[in-house]
């Protein structure tokens, strides 16, 4: 039987670590943001636009490592590293196949692209500029975050730190650099954050590939040993990955969804979203952490078949994401001042930034409870299919059509519409929970 205080050390090992690397991650975006954002209120609208590309990659990729770490987590349970190979021949082959897809598009019809989410001829204008030289980016990062997440799953956590602050620090010095003109380098604007992006991602890239070849311990990865196939393997590659995937595909195009309503309010509406997004960011970075790391605890726990332990788990990560959720609120209501005094903004768009964080505050408790049930409990126990369901009904049935009535159709004020497209993840809470209490989340494989 698991004792408390060896979850809690547990915990601590692998959420630290993760937590700082969103912190970083956090920090870099914020970084990009503020500099852009001093360029002028249309290039930072136009990043934030084509930065919806850049989301969607993220959350696939997510999806991608999340749904082979839940196999993989389990496998490292009982010590099978052969099938974990099978499982990482899989995960980068389709990573990187998806990945170069979309920098094909984007590198070539960039205003194609940003036409999907914004009809602001300004916007794509601006958008387009920075998307065509970041998304060369998207190869380096497919590849790190890959790599990363998988080693989380055997207890290896400290070079998604380590590579997020090499990362960090080479992009600030490149932006101040290549952003604004200093140091002699011409002054590039959004052409230059988009390749200061590229060079600090390739950067990061060399960062990890040196860690895995010559300190990594647990996997021993090396590419020759990627290149096995297997079919059992393959088949619950896809059971497992295929929701997860679809989960967060379909979540991150109901986010651009949401983006497409939001880009046809105005500019200060699109600015006031993204810097919620960006304090939003803040605000979860540990709570991400912790999910993260309660999907690798329970994935191993149910893995080595201590069921009994489980139980114990899932009560401690839940009343943990309550305390989280209620200090991520409070760190929100916190920021505002701080955001008006970093961002140049109109009078309109203070006051729709000052209202939307207000009610993302209140949001964040129950936000923070549904991510540790749906990303945390029921995917580390191997329920994918009802963590997937469970999102795709309640934004693409709820939240999206009740935005879009509020927002088009209504023309209601904007604290309305905000409060319509998060509504689902009040509702989140109520079934996840209600999943979980009736104990049909355990799927060993």
Sequence with gaps: MMEKKQLKRSLFVLALPITIQNLVAFLGNAIDTVMIGQISEIAFSGTSLANQVFF????????????????????????????????????????????????????????????????????????????????????????????????????????????SIIALVCNALLNYVLIFGNFGFPKLGLMGAGIATT?????????????????????????HKLKALDKDVLRLFFQKCGPVCANEAMWSLGESCVVMIIGRLGPSVVMAMGIYNVIAQLSS?????????????????????????????????????????????????GSIPIAFLM????????????????????????????????????????????????????????????????????KLPFAIVFFAIKSDQIVKCITSGWRIRKNRWMKAI
């Excluded at 099938?83 to 094909?104: D, E, K, M, N």
């Excluded at 408790?365 to 945390?376: E, P």
């Design 199 to 223: 060079i600090a991602r390739l950067i990061e890239l060399c960062a990890v590939m040196i860690y895995v070849y010559r300190y990594e311990k647990n996997l021993h990865l090396r590419l």
């Design 56 to 163: 969607i990659i993220t959350m696939i990729l997510s999806g991608i490592a999340g749904g082979s770490n839940v196999l993989i987590s389990q496998y490292w349970g009982r010590k099978d590293r052969k099938s974990i190979y099978h499982v990482l021949s899989y995960t980068y082959r389709f990573a990187l196949g998806f990945v170069c897809l979309i920098v094909f598009f984007s590198f070539f019809f960039p205003t194609t692209v940003l036409k999907i989410f914004s009809n602001d001829a300004q916007l794509i204008e601006q958008g387009s500029l920075y998307l065509r030289y970041v998304c060369l980016s998207y190869l380096f990062f497919a590849i790190s975050t890959i790599t990363v997440q998988i080693l989380r799953s055997v207890h290896e956590v400290k070079i998604s730190m380590i590579s």
């Design 285 to 333: 970075v540990l709570m991400n952490g912790l999910d993260s790391a309660a999907c690798v605890l329970i994935g191993n726990t149910l893995g080595a078949r201590r069921l009994d332990d489980l139980h114990i788990l899932r009560s401690y990560f839940q009343k943990l994401s309550l305390m989280i959720g209620g200090f991520d609120g409070m760190l929100m209501l």
């Design 343 to 410: 961002y140049p903004m109109n009078e309109q768009t203070r006051a729709i930034t000052l209202q939307i964080l207000i009610l993302g505050a209140i949001i964040e408790v129950f936000k923070a409870f549904q991510c540790m049930n749906m990303m945390g409990i029921l995917r580390g126990g191997g329920d994918v299919k009802f963590a997937c369901m469970n999102d795709i009904i309640f934004l693409w049935g709820l939240a999206l059509p009740l935005g879009f009535i509020c927002a088009v159709l209504l």
